[in-house]
Every structure is written in C-alpha cells, then in structure tokens.
Nanobody
Framework: QVQLMESGGGLVQAGESLTLSCGASGSTFPANVANAAGWYRQPLGKERELVATITRDGRTTYADSVKGRFSISRDSAGNTMYLGMNSLKPEDTAVYYC???????????????WGQGTQVTVSS
C-alpha cells in the first residue's frame, strides 16, 4: 500500500490563498480499490471532517463551509491531487489530510492510510 503525502501547508493571513498538494509514488486512484479521492481536515480539538472529493470522471463535491472558496483537482496522470484554497478564514485552520476511497451511493468512504497531514493556520 502506497502512503499518500500531503504538502503545501503554512501560515497565512485571512483573505489569502494557499494550495495543498497530495502525491504518491504511484496513482492517487489505485485501480480497483479507489474510484475517488478526498481531502479531510481536523481543527484542533474538533472531529475530522470531509472537505472536498473528486471522482475518477471529475465530479466534485464540497462541504458547505468551503463552497465557492476551495477547489479540488488532479493532474492528468492522477499522480498528484490538489486543494486550492482562496479567501481563507481563521476557521479554516486545521490539519489537512488527503485520502483515496470510494463512493458508495452518495457517501465517500476513504480506504487509504492516514498520513501526518499538513498544517494550515490562518490568522485574522
């Protein structure tokens, strides 16, 4: 099993932008084990939440809290996944994790290992 690795986090001020990357030695969408990928985040002291997903055919979903501000994407080969974040708010502060998994019905189920994540801190 290939470990996904997040990068690109940092400290920014409210209103600024940041792009996170997720890569692996192979595809972020392993054949027959994943038909989608997703970004999660976990603020300090709170539960992990699903932020955005993307399927093999390019369909995307977003949490209501980030709609219109965040954008999930993949490169053409599927080796790298991105989370573009615009108009960042202090409440976006969290550790961000990337995953691959599957949609069963309308729900996304990750099946990748949890990595260290990347810290995003937004100051006011």
């Amino acid at each position: 099993q290939v470990q996904l690795m997040e990068s690109g986090g940092g400290l920014v001020q409210a209103g600024e932008s940041l792009t996170l990357s997720c890569g692996a030695s192979g595809s972020t969408f392993p054949a027959n084990v994943a038909n989608a990928a997703g970004w999660y985040r976990q603020p300090l002291g709170k539960e992990r939440e699903l932020v955005a997903t993307i399927t093999r055919d390019g369909r995307t979903t977003y949490a209501d809290s980030v709609k219109g501000r965040f954008s999930i994407s993949r490169d053409s080969a599927g080796n790298t996944m991105y989370l573009g974040m615009n108009s960042l708010k202090p409440e976006d502060t969290a550790v961000y994790y990337c995953t691959h998994g599957n949609f069963i019905g309308v729900r996304y189920y990750p099946n990748s290992r949890w990595g260290q994540g990347t810290q995003v801190t937004v100051s006011s």
